[in-house]
């Protein structure tokens, strides 16, 4: 994906999101529209194919591996009723699920009936 550029050719602003929910809206205005209705249209299960190439990106310019700690905080939080630590390498994982919630939402492709589109908007 074209998130797998190096910070200084992303202009990622100087201060790092704080919450998934940050990182999820940073992701959604650098992602290119192909990507994120690449992703939109991933299955649940295929997720995992992204973790060496927007996972990496993530943690690197999101500082997870360099102390980020309220960013890591508030995805250990996203499993509060787990109690589960989460790392530096699974944090990414959770960004990249949620982001593609909010995705799927917004940038499905969808089956539009140009016909009955067409009498709808006339």
């Not at 797998?4 to 940050?22: C, G, M």
């Not at 102390?67 to 699974?90: A, M, P, Q, V």
Request: charged share 30%; proline share 3%; net charge neutral.
């Amino acid at each position: 994906m074209a998130m797998e550029k190096d910070r200084k050719q992303s202009h990622l602003p100087a201060e790092r999101p704080k919450t998934i929910q940050e990182a999820v809206t940073l992701l959604i205005r650098k992602l290119p529209l192909k990507d994120r209705v690449r992703m939109a249209n991933m299955a649940q299960d295929d997720l995992i194919d992204l973790h060496f190439t927007l996972g990496a990106w993530i943690r690197d310019n999101f500082g997870l591996w360099s102390g980020n700690d309220n960013l890591k905080r508030d995805c250990t939080l996203y499993h509060r009723e787990s109690f589960i630590h989460i790392d530096e390498d699974e944090a990414p994982m959770i960004i990249i699920y949620e982001l593609w919630k909010q995705l799927k939402e917004t940038h499905r492709m969808r089956v539009v009936n140009f016909k009955q589109h067409v009498n709808n908007t006339f």
